[in-house]
């Protein structure tokens, strides 16, 4: 099909358009189902970035941090702590260690205690930050050397509960990105479903046509121009309300965790864009595929 | 223009046309006639290949119709004007569009049409109904317009079936007086009917050959008529 053909289909013809009569129950139908599915789209669009953003952010964000924790009677508490510090400091690959003040370990505790916590009354271990460099540190030899050292640490680089999070996180991109896969085959389903009926219902105009000697390609063209045209418009308005609902969440915030990330952002807004036009491509597809196999049952 | 060699027509039922040889020449006038149900129009949607014959061949414009893919046969209905029976007009567009339906699907350009379009519906009397729904038409006037859109892109062939089925004797009289003057013109004109009055009518205004279908088979009618 060269360009000159495809752009007629949009521009149109005014007489090949009148040819078919309008019909407007199906008309009513293929622009609600492809709204009803670009909308569902944006928002397994929106899951899957935001999913993919989590899965990628949690794989970096974890990775390169670790926590140690100092377990010692209150008296030896002080010395410990200095020389695991000392140690960590010394450790290749460690980038910062920096102790918790007791203000950050009971802003730790808070969601579990309650605010106005004294810390001082609870045997609370003392925790170390401990960021890595590009490069990482050989986390073994660092055990085996605070083991010897510092009795009462234990350092827990993350990966234990990071890992499921992370898998979490992508297999949810995952199905976000079947979401829209299945979406789109709905789509296509429907369209195809409403074009075999518009074809049927004007088996006469098609015979009529066929006889004073239109080409098919004529024939199926004017049905697959209403269809492109209507599912066009019904994404567009599907598109336009999905994004605004995808707007009015709430924006990504620590108190909400990972929940209120759902949504785009930056440059992700484009993405959504490309809905309606996929939308159009499945609508044409889908009506040029029915027009095909009706005609051939015509002389 | 249209050469059935040996043709044969049958359905589940068992054959209703057996070696069917006839040609049309240009410029030539054939009736077709015979009894309800021997074949007249079968026979007819076998020249515009509606129909594919199920034992010989149907030549048209010299090439084998049996060759012809989709595209080929929807230019085949080009160079064939048809009349059918039963008219078959797109009931939502005015007549005037009906008739020049033929221009619009092969793209021609309707401005430049727009005159030859206006005399063409002069030509078969519906000036003043050019504005109607075909529903609204009567008999004749569907008849008519068929016509008009039968010739409209200026075949070389015209086929008409029962083209004065139902209407009376005046309307029929002037429907053969059009097909007579397209005959004059050098088109080709066969006329499916089983009206004697008709075909005798038109046998004092042209050169017609009569074909009768009898028994499954074709036969030039003698001067009985």
């Known amino acids: ?299 | 223009m249209i050469e059935l060699d040996n043709v044969g027509y049958s359905y589940g039922g068992g054959a209703l046309l057996s070696n069917v040889s006839v040609t049309l020449a240009p410029g030539s006038f054939h009736f077709l006639t015979g009894p309800s149900g021997a074949g007249k129009t079968t026979l007819l949607k076998l020249c515009y290949g509606a129909l594919e014959p199920t034992s010989g061949r149907v030549k048209a414009f010299e090439s084998d119709m049996r060759g012809f893919d989709r595209d080929q046969m929807a230019m085949l209905r080009r160079r064939i004007g048809v009349v059918h029976q039963d008219c078959r007009f797109l009931d939502h567009l005015p007549v005037a569009d009906n008739i020049a339906l033929p221009l619009v699907v092969s793209g021609r350009d309707m401005l430049r049409e727009a005159e030859n379009l206006r005399e063409l519906i002069a030509w078969v009397g519906l000036s003043e109904r050019a504005d109607a729904l075909p529903p609204e038409l009567s008999g004749g006037e569907r008849q008519r317009a068929a016509l008009a859109r039968a010739v409209i892109l200026s075949p070389d062939v015209i086929l008409a079936d029962e083209p004065t089925g139902n209407v009376d004797w005046e309307m029929s009289m002037r429907l053969l007086q059009l097909l007579v003057e397209l005959n004059r013109m050098g088109k080709t004109v066969l006329i499916a009917s089983h009206d004697l009055g008709l075909i005798r009518a038109a046998k004092s205004q042209v050169q017609a050959r009569v074909l009768r279908i009898s028994n499954r088979r074709l036969q030039l009618a003698g001067a009985d008529l």
């Open chain 1, 1 to 299: 099909m060269n360009r000159g053909t495809i752009r007629s289909y949009f521009i149109g013809d005014a007489q090949a358009d009148r040819v078919v009569p309008p019909s407007g129950f199906t008309a009513r139908l293929t622009l609600f189902a492809a709204g009803a599915m670009a909308f569902l789209a944006v928002f397994a669009l929106a899951l899957s970035l935001a999913a993919g953003r989590l899965a990628d952010r949690w794989a970096s964000e974890l990775a390169r941090s670790a926590t140690l924790r100092i377990t010692a009677p209150a008296d030896q508490m002080a010395a410990q702590t200095e020389v695991a510090l000392t140690i960590l400091r010394q450790t290749p690959g460690v980038a910062r260690a920096r102790a918790l003040s007791p203000q950050e370990q009971a802003g730790l505790l808070a969601p579990w205690f309650g605010p106005g916590l004294d810390l001082a009354t609870l045997p609370v271990p003392q925790l170390i930050e401990v960021t890595e460099d590009e490069t990482g540190y050989d986390a073994a030899g660092l055990r085996l050397r605070l083991a010897a050292e510092v009795p009462g640490a234990v350092l827990d680089d993350h990966t234990r509960w990071r890992r499921p999070l992370v898998e979490a996180a992508t297999s949810l991109r995952r199905i976000g990105w079947i979401s829209i896969a299945l979406i789109g085959g709905t789509m296509a389903a429907m369209i195809s479903l409403a074009a075999h009926a518009a074809l049927a219902a004007n088996a006469q105009v098609i015979e009529v046509l066929r006889l004073v000697g239109a080409r098919d390609v004529y024939i199926a063209s004017a049905f697959v121009r209403r269809f492109t045209i209507r599912a066009l418009i019904g994404a567009v308005l599907g598109t336009g309300l999905g994004m605004g609902g995808v707007l009015l969440l709430p924006a990504a915030s620590d108190e909400g965790g990972f929940l209120t990330g759902l949504g785009f952002q930056g440059l992700g807004w484009l993405w959504p864009l490309l809905i309606p036009i996929l939308g159009a491509l499945v609508a044409f597809a889908a009506t040029w595929a029915a027009a095909r196999s009706r005609l051939k049952e015509l002389t």
